[in-house]
């Protein structure tokens, strides 16, 4: 087993991590509390533009891991799936404007569509819009979702699956978040995360853990160290395929954030060092 | 595509699925509204011993497919083992005396062992029973279970891993039973099943259906063409691999349960030749 993280060096925050905050207060509290990573998600841009919102966090020292989120490419008309190429196109310019490295595709699933009709049309989103990711210097970074949303959020369940679009595609602006609550279960877990180191495509790695019981499909996730995920063990698996980005915190929950943020965020950087 | 079924000669129904009725009362709800199989839960023993259960049924006309529960091997002291092994003979027995040629398996993981550790536990514990299956002539269905049960239900997510450990025993008392709830989303389905068939381990097919949202990670099932599952896509593949048993509509659904459970019935009949 690798040894615990060291230090705060490489701890990043999902901004949804801490919801309650504005993007500007997230911002000056994880820069407080010394970390050095914020992945954006786009509403902060309700507020601020991406260049301004690229500037603030700068200022404060921190550095952007990605941008969420793209993707929902699946539709069931010619016209949806349109506005869905538009709209990844809108999220790679801003990803741009922001100074984020990259773009998290949530990749989609359409009901009324099989799931091979939906991963067919997801590389064909993908595919679309590489050109303007490309040109934008922006890389596109495919999330396998846990399989509890392949209905409606995603058709691509597994690393496996995320594996073969970007064999497809064969672009090194495509490549792979590997986010331990929606893998972990997955036998072939291992493999795949040292498949994909040596294919070039490991971009991003999420961290949180999965509750028992979990009590909502959505929002309720937990802390590293509150569930049964082997955390880090699977780091270590990612590290050892050459990944020496960010370990990015991304916690949806109802529960912690109904809770005192700062006091939350003190929580993390214990258990980040304790379980990560 | 299979045509759709043309009469109820192979609809089963899971007692948990009308549950607000007694065991008695589906008895006679089931076998008045036309239902040739019931799959009988351990709950109804409550009310009378697995042979009376037996005895209702058959003189109402029903066969019993399975009998659901066993399984919960995994545990983290011997003795929460030994436990678990003495509580699926019980449930052996029980079968037996209902008459009930086979136990399905929810086989269990226990959230503080990994999931590799579990499945070395299940794999043990089906072998420890398994004499007794053999000697009392019941078969054990080992059930996948969908991965977001993997932390505290069942270490066992997939067809394939279902397979491994028929494999491993190799033993014609053990076989797998196929619930699309749990394995739609799996892009290797097809041809686990199609392996199963030439294997000789199907043993029990299960349906229902996936809604969206679903909002209860347990009791948010739907009726067949409430949602996104190819029910009868599926269905096909375990029927050209030669199974020729039940389709158990088994769902769980506190919505469907707070229904006039009559009305549910029949509707259960239109949604199975709908969509089934």
């Not at 490309?134 to 596109?140: I, K, T, Y």
């Amino acid at each position: 087993m690798i040894p615990p993280p060291r230090d705060f060096s490489r701890l990043c925050l999902h901004t949804m991590t801490t919801r309650p905050w504005t993007f500007a207060e997230a911002v000056r509290r994880y820069a407080g509390a010394g970390i050095k990573g914020i992945t954006v998600w786009r509403s902060a841009f309700a507020d601020c533009s991406p260049a301004a919102a690229g500037e603030l966090v700068r200022s404060h020292g921190l550095s952007v891991a990605s941008l969420c989120r793209g993707g929902f490419f699946p539709a069931d008309s010619a016209d949806g799936r349109a506005r869905a190429i538009d709209d990844n196109r809108r999220c790679i310019d801003e990803a741009a404007e922001l100074g984020a490295p990259q773009v998290v595709l949530v990749c989609g699933s359409a009901p009324g569509l099989s799931l091979e009709e939906s991963r067919v049309q997801i590389a064909g989103g993908i595919a679309a819009v590489l050109p303007h990711a490309a040109a934008a210097g922006v890389r596109l970074a495919i999330e396998p979702l846990h399989p509890m949303y392949a209905a409606d959020r995603s058709a691509i369940n597994t690393m496996g699956q995320a594996r073969a679009i970007c064999s497809q595609l064969k672009s090194p602006w495509v490549g792979i978040a590997v986010d331990v609550y929606h893998t972990w279960w997955d036998d072939r877990l291992e493999e795949e995360i040292r498949a994909s180191g040596r294919e070039g495509t490991l971009f991003a790695f999420h961290i949180s853990d999965w509750r028992t019981p979990t009590t909502d499909l959505l929002e309720d996730r937990g802390v590293m160290g509150e569930g049964c995920i082997p955390i880090r063990r699977i780091r270590g698996w990612v590290e050892e395929s050459g990944f020496s980005g960010f370990n990015e915190v991304e916690i949806f929950s109802r529960r912690l954030w109904a809770t005192d943020q700062a006091r939350y965020l003190e929580d993390i950087k214990s258990a980040y060092l304790a379980h990560a």
